[in-house]
DNA sequence: TAAAAAATACCCCTTTAAGGGTGATTTTTT
DNA sequence: AAAAAATCACCCTTAAAGGGGTATTTTTTA
């Protein structure tokens, strides 16, 4: 494992008093390093692989290459590095992507330096720190919508052709006939007012049923 | 919303001293109280509807019926309530299973009574709190394997597929013909080693590809 | 306990998609 | 310049999808 008194880390942020604030704070005040600061990935990634850091602080908006951009390079450039995204924004798609891209944590801008050292040691342990709004949005992107229009056994179908299962395969699996499947595929697709597989997943999608 | 000085707790946990320990210390150290606690969903279940509680900290491995199996019935009987899931065991199954049906939060039971007061008050605020371990179980559940075997184009093809739709509608998204999206779509089945949509997705899916 | 909702199953029908084989060109990356 | 990725085209057969209607049994709920 990773010796956490020498833990590396790098902060790349636009903002210099963000920038400088938790640089110093991190090397005051916990027993990290950092090593360096970048104001842009663009500046960055021509040194940062020498700076061979543990854990990355990336800001999200950055000027040039965005911070979600920089992500898969670094990831490509510094495998085992950890990264922990900053931003002011949290929409659940831009945490979603960042978390699908490999961040190993994400936090908003009105996290104080505090937490976000606390987060250093939990990512350089292994476990994956977001502050609790993040947390609130992934939570919520996993959650189904509570009163669905379809049944339990429509929105089961409905989950293995969204699966990519065919009506016999779904009929061998759930141990019901081929036309019992159909029947309800109709049935789900008159509930949800479309007529096709794509579409009632779309649609499920979206709302969540699935 | 919720007022922060009168919210109320029940706590459902078959073990007497956590139970009773994690009671004293929410009506010692913090601004809310337990209520009540019971044992199991199933002592729980007759008189939490009386108790209104706006959260319930509700263990996974209970007698009877399990935290898993209650939180439905819980969310039925008290859909305003958040719930606050507390297991010593962390598969991810387990994890996502409980927050795609409506738990709040997830702690493992090495969790302080401090944190778990810290999560009722981000709870409260709207938050969705989760201990690291849990949050880095949740991120490894969002993220895509590295080296995937598929280009990007094939990537993007079964995730079109996997979405249920069809050549012909991939081929519109994607601005291309017909035959070149089958041309794809039969080397991923070569590279998956499969032959059909389904055993793609399955595949796939497995492996974190999509 | 009676009514409503859900789950089960079968028949008709037509159109479309899926999967396999083979070969080839162009574009992008290395 | 070579390799990898993306593009397109023709052959073929079988399987699946979607729409229509009807009807029974089981489970849930009022």
């Known amino acids: 494992m990773y010796n956490q008194e020498t833990a590396k880390i790098v902060i790349i942020e636009d903002d210099e008093t963000i920038r400088d604030g938790y640089a110093y704070l991190i090397n005051h005040t916990s027993v990290y390093k950092v090593v360096s600061t970048y104001p842009s990935f663009d500046v960055a990634k021509h040194k940062i692989v020498k700076d061979a850091p543990d854990v990355i602080i990336l800001d999200i908006q950055l000027p040039g290459t965005s911070g979600i951009d920089a992500l898969p390079v670094l990831k490509k450039l510094l495998p085992k590095t ?15 992507d960042a978390l699908a891209n490999g961040a190993s944590g994400y936090f908003t801008k009105n ?13 350089m342990q292994g476990g994956g720190p977001m502050s609790p709004d993040v947390a609130k949005k992934v939570i919520m992107s996993l959650q189904k919508n509570q009163d669905s229009p379809l049944t339990k056994r429509e929105t089961q179908i409905l989950e293995l052709i969204a699966r990519g299962k065919d009506r016999s395969q779904i009929a061998n699996e759930l141990f019901i006939e081929i036309e019992t499947v159909k029947t309800h595929v109709k049935n789900i697709y008159i509930k949800l007012n479309v007529n096709s597989k794509a579409d009632a997943i779309k649609v499920a999608k979206a709302n969540k049923l699935i």
Chains 1, 2 share one sequence.
């Not at 900053?86 to 831009?94: I, N």
């Not at 996290?111 to 990512?123: C, D, G, L, M, Q």
């Open 111 to 123: 996290t104080s330096p505090a937490k976000i050292i606390e987060a250093i040691k939990e990512v």
């Open 82 to 96: 950890y990264i922990i995204m900053l931003t002011v924004y949290e929409t659940e798609k831009m945490i979603l």
